[in-house]
């Protein structure tokens, strides 16, 4: 089959990939001139294939209120109409039996990732720093690590703070200011914009795939409730069919396609501070109060975090990039001399935090998106996923969870 990828991020790359292993033919279609020019580029660099959390959940409804009173400092919220009828889908979300639901299903695809990335390397070894650093999640209060769900305690440990201090020796906190954490050792850092540009060097070189860069994405041709082609800026391009991974520009197309996508984008923002000599840290951390992470790669320390709810604007915020320096500084010491490559994002997500990947209301185009906060550790797994749904096999993980239909 031709098959026409919509989106150069870390989810249309990996699909492009698999389908043209698969034996397809691959026409990779974005605007930007590179790869990875949005939400894939500077983001927190976890592969958490164990921490997968969704953000809907009764705890999170009870600690909405007070989430959405000005002066929060890790969630910001600015309603519009878009919002509203995507929250209230969160809200029927946030039940213990939904949790159970979201929290098996991304294990699953995750640990699919895991594997499938894995297999990748083993063809075509990446360079992007993958390394299984550790992840330990540290909680400054009780009670969310008493709350700390058990598929977080899977494969982990429980650790005090003085032996989250002897593990992570660089966390400059005094053992009185946190509860504790909770260490998972399996689990891997790498740089996601560097994996994407090598990914896409590679899809450059297979005559399986033609890359369109440059190309900005209009509204689909549909012939008899088909879609056969897709209008660009660059004239129309036709394909047996599409894989619709446009990250948070998902829902736009799919509004012109005439069927709703309830997608929203999450701004988070990042900065890298250069390593002076030793790494900073030895393992990936994530502070789950104040919800940053910090991972360190390579001849530096990424650190990510904040969850804004306020559109579509991609511009970095002065006051967010100058809490993360603070962060950084006081929860590891870190200075950030200069710049600090200030960069924001917006990550698709879905009100259960599940992607949606399967066939759309609309045939010749198939779903591969709203992998939210972790899209960089599903992006293998939902990539095979896709080939296999495509393909007519049995799929490697279920796929039921992530169909579109649960939306109705
Ligand atoms: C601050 C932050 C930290 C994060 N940390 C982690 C982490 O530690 N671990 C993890 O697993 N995930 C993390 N994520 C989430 C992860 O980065 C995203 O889920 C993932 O990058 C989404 O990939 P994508 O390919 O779906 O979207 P994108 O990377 O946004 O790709 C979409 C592509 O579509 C293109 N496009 C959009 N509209 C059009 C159009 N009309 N025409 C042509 N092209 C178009 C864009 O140019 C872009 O290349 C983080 C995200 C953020 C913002």
Redesign the pocket.
Known sequence: MKIGVL??????LTSAWWLSEAGHDVVL????AGP?????RA????L?YRYVAPMASPKMLGQLPGLLLPGEDAIKVSFNRELIGWGLRFLKACTSAEVARTTAAQLALAELSRVELERLLGKVPLDFGLRTAGKLVVFRKQSDLDAATPADRDAAEVLTPLQCLALEPALALRPDEFAGGVYTASEQVGD?GVFCDQLFARLGQSNRVELRMN???GRPVVKNRRVTGIDTDNGTVEADLFVL?????ARAFAKSCGFDLPIYPVK???ITIANHGEPALQHSVTDYSRKI?YAPLGGATRV?GFADFQGYDTTPVASRIAQLKQAAADTFGLEATGEADPWA????MTPDSRPIIGPSPLDGLFLN?G???????LACGSARLTTDLIDGKPPSCPSEPFDVRRFR
């Open positions: 989106g150069a991020g870390v989810v249309g279609i974005d605007h930007a990875a020019a949005e939400a894939s983001n927190g660099a976890q958490s996601c190309t900005a994405i991974a446009l990250g948070s520009g988070g923002h990042s992470v990510a994002g917006l990550r698709p998106t992998q939210g906060m972790l899209g960089w550790t």
